[in-house]
């Protein structure tokens, strides 16, 4: 029987559900992005930086009532990530909200066989992109949403980000952006909930699991 892929860009085409990602916070943005999704009935996946975590843990917490689902972006976002810092961001993850991150996303985009390898002994699946918002290098909010409204299709997984300096045009365009996608029928969900996939949640006083 094959193995599962341990690597994934897209979810099924065939369904007109998408998965919108947000990289490299929480930080003093994130709740303005949560109070978007939740005005269009959204869910996304946040790409969590272990060292942005600290003193925000009620932003996660938010997140997870919410429906929206944590993910792992290692610790420090440094190049080629050690086993180590991806390790200490699920443990305070999971020490913080009781959720295991079950979905890994390499810095930079930047990856390797150690590093997939790496993120499947931490239970993790790791988590590229076939749309990527340009929110990171510059785009203003009208390429942004002309990207993601223009590329996105069936299974689409988007690059966003919610991490100081490189979230402004993602800000601005976010509200338009979910609105457009809305008038598709597009349904917006989790990357775990587009790829079929259950998800750990360990509450402080039992070994509850939410599928």
Avoid at 7 to 28: A, C, I, N, Y
Avoid at 34 to 57: E, Y
Wanted: proline share 7%.
């Amino acid at each position: 029987m094959p193995r599962p892929p341990l690597f994934r860009e897209h979810g099924p085409r065939g369904r007109r559900r998408l998965s919108l990602t947000f990289d490299g916070g929480p930080s003093k943005y994130t709740p303005g992005v949560l109070r978007n999704l939740r005005r269009f009935g959204a869910r996304a996946t946040f790409f969590l930086r272990g060292d942005q975590i600290r003193g925000r843990a009620y932003i996660l917490r938010r997140m997870l009532r919410a429906g929206h689902e944590l993910a792992n972006h290692s610790y420090s976002h440094p190049h080629l990530p050690s086993f180590r810092e991806l390790a200490r961001t699920n443990r305070l993850t999971r020490r913080l909200t009781g959720f295991e991150p079950c979905l890994f996303r390499p810095p930079f985009g930047a990856w390797n066989s150690r590093l997939i390898g790496d993120a499947r002994r931490l239970g993790m699946l790791t988590i590229y992109w076939d749309v990527d918002s340009h929110d990171s290098v510059g785009a203003d909010a009208a390429t942004v949403f002309s990207r993601v409204t223009g590329l996105a299709r069936g299974g689409s997984i988007v690059l966003m980000h919610d991490s100081p300096g490189q979230e402004p045009a993602t800000r601005a365009a976010l509200p338009r952006v979910l609105r457009a996608l809305r008038r598709k029928g597009y349904r917006l969900v989790t990357v775990s909930e587009l790829l079929g996939l259950k998800q750990r949640f360990r509450h402080p006083r039992s070994d509850a699991r939410r599928g």
